[in-house]
């Protein structure tokens, strides 16, 4: 029997951001190709940027994600993995990944476990907001994060941002 997937506590205040410094709860979700992802593997291979969007084919999102693809070659060069983390499906992830040519993983946080615990959450629609968290690894080996982004909803990642805090 395969292992229980790995759903982290919420914050008290799951619509405020998890600060630099505080330990990545780890988490385990479906990616569009209905494969398990867990946090901490990812960190152990290196940083891992957490995207969070609302909402797959919506414009802004579209946008984010589309950029993110686009200069994939440039965010590898860091090491670091950019993963998109939004409340629709696995099977609605690899419909939009397959209409926009997407490389990234897409995440589907359909319990709302993992935006709530990164303090994402929009309650007034149920569904993840706009932000982006870094994440690295600890001396000790736990994912810790090194940096956060909250952002209105149509305010869109900025790529030199991210890169900037790659590096």
């Known amino acids: 029997m395969p292992d229980a997937p790995v759903r982290p506590e919420p914050r008290t205040d799951p619509t405020s951001p998890i600060a630099v410094g505080e330990t990545a709860p780890n988490f385990t979700l ?43 070659d440039k965010l590898a060069s860091t090491g670091a993995q950019v993963v ?3 409340c629709d499906s696995f099977f609605v992830h690899e419909a939009w990944a397959n209409a926009l040519g997407l490389k990234q993983t897409l995440l589907a946080d359909m319990h709302r476990d993992v935006c709530k615990a990164f303090g994402f959450y ?7 907001g706009r932000g982006t968290v870094l994440i690295g690894q600890s001396d000790d080996g736990v994912g810790t994060v ?3 982004q909250k952002r209105d909803i ?9 890169l900037v805090n790659l590096s």
């Open 154 to 162: 149509p305010e869109a990642l900025t790529l030199d941002d991210l």
């Open 84 to 86: 998109g983390v939004s």
């Open 146 to 148: 090194k940096w956060v």
């Open 30 to 72: 479906k990616n569009q190709n209905k494969d398990d992802w867990t946090l901490a593997d990812a960190v152990r291979q290196g940083d891992v940027a957490l995207c969070f969007y609302p909402m797959d084919f919506s414009p802004v999102c579209s946008t984010e994600m589309k950029c993110i693809t686009d200069e994939m």
């Open 122 to 128: 929009w309650p007034d629609l149920n569904i993840a």
